[in-house]
């Protein structure tokens, strides 16, 4: 066919019939594309109305299989050119005049948005020709990428109309909106030509090129629309996952889908956020006034979005680019906000379940989507300051602790992954998951503290109950504990003692409840390895400054070996005889062992420590660990403790308050020993004299005169507690006991500590019950009005109101970051017990209890004793009575040392005369300051 003229082939193709255009379509579709091809796409009103013949008119016309060779190839370049030119006209015309008045430029304006919206009908009107119920990608290539770019431009140019017309926007207002919903109208018909695209032959580059590009710049529409019309969004997107699953074999290594789920953790963040000013505060308005149909619109929104975004990761988490901070950044913004986290916004039930059913029980599908993700894991145990007290410390708890639940069902690689990474020199370094969970329970002190409460473990035929945070990761953690991989064990095993051992008491707890439940329900042979191994410890630590190591092994230690049989229960105790380890046994205390091996270690340990007590030569650390087991006995266990032990206890306890009332100044170690000595004087008050107790009080108030630890205080309260029931002799000291038990019952009530100062107002409060001497009871608040009025709601059990209210989590973290400021020394005894180096040694010269050593040891002693007690106290410096006496004790003791290494001695005859070798060290004491040896 001849070529023709624009406007003589427009108008004779026009005027066809549909047969005539079947019959002459081959030759005049050529020669139409070319001449548009040779006008260089001019948008002018011959081209376009060539445009829309081809269109409306010749393309019908062909079958779908021979669009793209025939038509697309050509078409689709030049109508992206016409819209090009066509915007290209329009902004150098917006720029260049602006003027109402100027009627050849809005004239011009008008004809090009004209020439806009008829551009996109035919592109519109491709797709249509070209839809079938399936469609073939290589009959369609070019036309694709053609439509989601002109999809572009139109809405691109009615979002930025407003700056692009300025004043004169209100003249072309409904040409926009026409060219608007045109473009709604091509998004429609490109959404549903995508949906049926298909490959049927062996895909090639171009095929999987084409179908990233339309992903790509559906993206980009979804960007510009999403301040237009969010429907329009929602329809996007779910284009976009269509098609990406569609082709997920052919694209799930090509197609960059990060900036897209990025986009959706945007648009869910500021959502989500939103929801919340919906439905306002307490105290301001909110933005709607709670509109709920808003509300429930939104939610829906979002949690559309969220199922696109689920989809994505679920179908590119092994091919995703720096977009996983994004999302987990928004799940801890979805468990930061809601309850129970503390900074959880107000929401009715009816909310709270919408916003859970459509977006938090997403999180879940998430986590396990990108549980194979090493970016995921370097987001979850990056290793950050301890010192943060960040809000999102909960959530991330929340979201590792479903990390854990879910690691057991994954491959090996991806367990050994999260419990024992590898660094490859990264900027931040990673903790095992294990390790990164009690770090984060330190993080969340506030909330363990407080407490946060969720929902537990499903129990068949019971109801679900609240737990509180503690209990929620303790029971995760068990869980985790017993489906543990052998090969892990040993890592299960180190990072457990680390937590006992650290500085945080929470994770010290948490990883001993861990410990405990991993010995019970594991086998007794692991139980028993496990207590041997870290008996061991503990006495290689056991002259460690650092007493909150030692203390939480003690702990410990009391707690597995409950759990010990019988039989391994017998051999730890051959093992670590109580004769040759007291330090040991009266830590983890004989409770733990079975009735009839604890009431033997219970003898052996009393024995001992009367013996230590009595001794005249003995170490700091074994008079401490003395002390604390005989006030344990006498006041837990006072059948084992024999009426010649508790003399010996009493006359100890005489002889120590004498000799402590002419010492002036205290050390920190002194310090502890007076606290202990006053511990045991209150287990023994029933049995001492009031002249006793009347030198227990002098030396505590003297004490109370120093600068003391707030432990010792305590120690002075426990023993106040002891006077409730407690019955003071009449006699001459009785006016002074009752003054002096006064005097400390108002200091201890007006100390500044509101721990000692609540046990204080507690002992006070059953003394002035109890007690017999209610005289004492008026000076012991006398003076001090706020006192008197304090007493008084303490005993009326009326709570104390604050001036100002108080707020319980305030309280807990201005406490956390104040304590984070202060570094503590946590040694209790950080001068003492270090036996090797500085050990203090008590000399009582004049008397050298032997009893403890073996026979052949005794004898050997004799002839230095002998040469020592010559040298130490010659006798022209004696009085002759004291030179007569010191003869008469070497003497007994000489024959004493003949007597027990050819028999051995009575239990009666020992007991008698160890209370005789205690009243002589009661009177020697009187001329030699015992307690000054400490220092």
């Not at 310090?671 to 511990?679: M, P, R």
């Amino acid at each position: 066919m001849v070529q023709k003229s624009y406007s003589n082939l427009v108008t004779e193709v026009c005027g066809w019939s549909k047969e005539t255009c079947l019959k002459n379509v081959e030759t005049t579709l050529p020669s139409a594309l070319n001449i548009l091809e040779d006008s260089l796409y001019k948008p002018t009103a011959d081209n376009i109305g060539l445009l829309k013949v081809i269109c409306h008119s010749l393309l019908p016309c062909l079958p779908c299989q021979e669009l793209e060779e025939k038509v697309f190839r050509k078409l689709c370049p030049a109508m992206m050119n016409f819209i090009h030119n066509i915007l290209d006209i329009i902004d150098s015309n917006l720029t260049d005049q602006r003027n109402e008045t100027d009627l050849d430029v809005k004239a011009l304006l008008s004809e090009h948005l004209e020439y806009f919206i008829n551009v996109n009908q035919c592109v519109d009107q491709c797709i249509k020709c070209a839809m079938s119920v399936s469609v073939d990608l290589s009959w369609v290539q070019s036309l694709p990428g053609c439509a989601v770019h002109v999809l572009l431009q139109a809405y691109k140019h009615c979002k930025t109309s407003s700056q692009l017309y300025g004043e004169i926007l209100n003249l072309f207002s409904e040409q926009l909106s026409i060219l608007f919903k045109t473009a709604h109208a091509l998004q429609t018909s490109l959404l549903g030509l995508l949906d049926n695209v298909c490959i049927t032959g062996a895909p090639l580059e171009e095929h999987v090129s084409i179908l990233c590009s339309v992903c790509t710049t559906l993206y980009e529409v979804c960007c510009v629309v999403s301040s237009l019309d969010i429907k329009l969004v929602i329809s996007l997107l779910r284009g976009i996952s269509r098609l990406s699953s569609q082709h997920l074999s052919l694209l799930q290594d090509r197609l960059d889908v990060s900036p897209i789920i990025k986009y959706l953790c945007h648009e869910i963040g500021q959502g989500y956020e939103y929801l919340f000013e919906l439905c306002g505060g307490t105290q301001t308005e909110s933005l709607s006034q709670g509109d709920d149909k808003t509300f429930d619109k939104l939610v829906k929104v979002l949690g559309f979005q969220m199922k696109v975004m689920v989809a994505l990761l679920r179908d590119y988490s092994k091919y995703l680019d720096n977009c996983e901070k994004n999302v987990v950044d928004l799940l801890l913004c979805f468990h930061r906000l809601l309850p129970p986290s503390l900074s959880a916004k107000s929401l009715s039930e009816k909310q709270m379940a919408s916003v859970k059913l459509l977006l938090i029980n997403a999180t879940a599908p998430i986590v396990s989507h990108l549980i194979t993700n090493k970016a995921l894991r370097r987001e979850l145990t990056s290793n950050h300051s301890a010192d943060d007290l960040s809000e999102d410390n909960f959530p991330k708890l929340i979201l590792q602790l479903m990390v854990l639940d879910m690691l057991p069902k994954f491959e090996a690689d991806v367990f050994d992954s999260w419990l024992a990474p590898v660094n490859y020199q990264e900027n931040v370094p990673t903790l095992s998951l294990l390790a990164a969970i009690f770090h984060s329970v330190q993080m969340c002190e506030v909330e363990m503290r407080y407490p946060v409460m969720l929902a537990g473990v499903v129990v068949a035929g019971k109801p679900q109950r609240q737990v509180s945070l503690y209990e929620h990761v303790a029971t995760h953690l068990c869980g985790f504990i017993g489906a543990c991989p052998a090969r892990h064990f040993s890592l299960l095993e180190s990072t457990l003692l680390e937590h006992v051992l650290g500085r945080s008491t929470l994770s010290s707890l948490l990883a001993a409840d861990c410990w405990c439940f991993l010995a019970r329900y594991g086998t007794a042979n692991l139980c028993r390895d496990q207590v041997q191994g870290l008996v061991k410890l503990y006495l290689q630590l056991k002259n460690t400054s650092n007493k909150t190591v030692l203390f939480r092994l003690e702990s410990l230690l009391h707690r597995l070996i409950k759990l010990m049989a019988r039989d391994h229960q017998n051999c730890l105790v051959e093992m670590f005889p109580p004769e040759e380890e007291p330090m040991l046994w009266v830590a983890v205390t004989p409770n733990c062992l079975h009735e009839n091996l604890g009431h033997d270690v219970r003898n052996k340990l009393l024995q001992w420590s009367v013996n230590v007590v009595n001794s005249s030569s003995v170490k700091l650390s074994h008079l401490l660990t003395a002390l604390d087991f005989l006030t344990n006995v006498v006041s837990n266990s006072p059948s084992q403790c024999s009426p010649t032990h508790q003399e010996l206890i009493v006359h100890f306890v005489n002889q120590m308050s004498i000799q402590l009332q002419v010492h002036c100044a205290l050390t920190h170690s002194q310090e502890i020993l007076v606290a202990k000595l006053v511990l045991l004087a209150g287990s023994v008050l029933q049995q001492l004299s009031t002249k006793s107790i009347l030198q227990v009080l002098v030396v505590i108030q003297k004490c109370l005169e120093e600068k003391i630890s707030l432990s010792f205080c305590l120690s002075v309260v426990h023993f106040l507690v002891k006077f409730s029931k407690c019955k003071i002799e009449p006699c001459f000291e009785q006016s002074q006991v009752l003054e002096k038990l006064s005097k400390v019952f108002h200091h201890m009530l007006s100390h500044p500590s509101a721990l000692v100062h609540h046990a204080a107002l507690s002992a006070f409060a059953d003394f002035a019950s109890h007690t017999i001497h209610e005289t004492a009871i008026p000076a012991c608040i006398q003076g001090e009005q706020w006192l008197q009025q304090r007493v008084e709601r303490f005993l009326n059990k009326c709570p104390h109101k604050p001036a100002k209210q108080f707020d319980l989590v305030t309280f807990l973290r201005s406490n956390l970051i104040e304590a984070s400021r202060i570094k503590t020394d946590t040694a209790c005894t950080s001068e003492t017990l270090n036996q090797e180096k500085g050990m203090f040694a008590i000399e009582l010269e004049h008397i050298r209890d032997t009893e403890s050593e073996p026979p052949t040891k005794k004898i050997k002693l004799k002839n230095t004793s002998d040469e020592n007690d010559t040298e130490k106290f010659p006798k022209q410096m004696l009085p002759s009575s004291q030179q007569f006496l010191l003869q008469r004790i070497i003497s007994l003791a000489d024959d004493l040392e003949k007597e027990s290494s050819q028999s051995t001695l009575t239990p009666e005859f020992v007991d008698s005369a160890k209370l005789a070798v205690a009243r002589i060290n009661e009177c020697l004491v009187l001329n030699q300051s015992w307690f000054d040896s400490l220092s």
